[in-house]
């Protein structure tokens, strides 16, 4: 899919999928669970607006080895190309191991790369740009910017956003994770009109803010597990029907209940970032788990992150059946 293709059909409203990395109790990557569980998203969203992400932020890509990547990448893209659009993450801190990944991916068939923030080093704002101008004019397929604060210590504030869609011209969107509504729409109303931006925290944040200030989508790792849903959400915050929005924010508030209580019982987080920033990623463990329910191929995390207990599992069974009403899937 050419970058203005892919710019397209986000713009008309899509999901951006990021995809879990299973990891077997021994740490190794199940690579035939990967497959597995593309091809079950692929069943379930082919011909609908969905992207597929693996090695993403929920992807525990920084956890990954070079080959490791390489070969869930290639997995990914084998089984999906063509069928649903991909966007691989491709994340690293410096430009030019971030282009290699681009390129790689770029060779592989993929229809884009995302990139987070560089989050090592703090750059300057025009240190910042290069970066993403630098990685835009490698490549040829599209380039999806990450915008988040939560990981990188930065953000690429409206202006400097602007200044990188008005140079090159394959940037796809923007993903963007700031948890202060008044600076989504600041995003938005400064390059809505040239490249769409979605909502990256998220359902539960789609539904309350970012589909009333124009975001085309949003991010999910709980379509993973819970695709049709996802959509629906989508469909409901795209048409503004906000009897149906309710209803599904109250029905996420028992799935969003959970992780806040793993968060507060795994703790406390290490991190010096101040409310309302994310301090806990719990979520991962809870969304691997609730595949591992469901018949899926979740698996368990690879540190640094933790998993929840077997008795938290237990409690999470009794949200999944008889709350969010799911059954398990036969595959």
Excluded at 119 to 125: D, L, Q, W
Excluded at 130 to 155: T, W
Excluded at 286 to 315: Q, W
Aim: hydrophobic share 40%; charged share 25%.
């Amino acid at each position: 899919m050419k970058p203005s293709d892919l710019r397209s059909y986000v713009a008309k409203g899509a999901i951006q999928i990021v995809m879990i990395t299973p990891f077997k109790d021994n740490e190794e990557v199940d690579f035939e669970g990967l497959k597995e569980n593309t091809q079950f998203l692929v069943e379930k969203t082919r011909g609908k607006p969905f992207i597929l992400t693996p090695t993403g932020s929920t992807g525990e890509f920084y956890a990954l080895s070079d080959d490791e990547w390489r070969k869930a990448v290639s997995i990914v893209v084998d089984v999906a190309g063509g069928k649903v659009p991909i966007v691989v993450g491709c994340s690293h801190s410096g430009a030019t191991p971030a282009i290699e990944r681009a390129r790689y991916v770029q060779d592989l068939g993929a229809d884009g790369a995302m990139v987070v923030l560089p989050y090592y080093h703090v750059p300057s704002e025009e240190g910042l740009y290069l970066f993403y101008k630098k990685i835009a004019e490698s490549i040829d397929i599209g380039l999806a910017v990450y915008n988040n604060p939560d990981v990188s210590k930065i953000y690429m504030r409206p202006y400097i956003l602007k200044k990188l869609v008005d140079s090159v011209d394959n940037i796809v969107f923007v993903k963007e994770n700031t948890p202060y509504p008044p600076m989504l729409y600041n995003q938005i109303k400064t390059i809505g009109d040239k490249v769409p931006v979605i909502e990256g925290r998220g359902e539960w944040w789609f539904l309350a803010t970012a589909a009333f200030l124009g975001a085309k989508g949003f991010t999910s790792g709980y379509a993973n597990f819970m695709p049709n849903i996802s959509l629906e959400i989508l469909y409901a915050g795209l048409n503004k029907d906000f009897d149906k929005m309710g209803r599904y924010m109250e029905l996420l508030d028992f799935y969003e209940s959970f992780i806040e209580k793993m968060n507060r019982k795994h703790g406390p987080s290490a991190t010096i970032l101040p409310h309302p920033y994310i301090d806990q990623y719990m979520v991962y463990s809870v969304i691997k788990n609730t595949m591992n329910i469901l018949g899926l191929r979740g698996g368990r995390m690879r540190l640094p992150l933790t998993d929840i207990s077997k008795e938290d599992i237990e409690e999470l069974k009794d949200i999944v059946f008889n709350k969010l009403k799911l059954s398990q899937y036969k595959y």
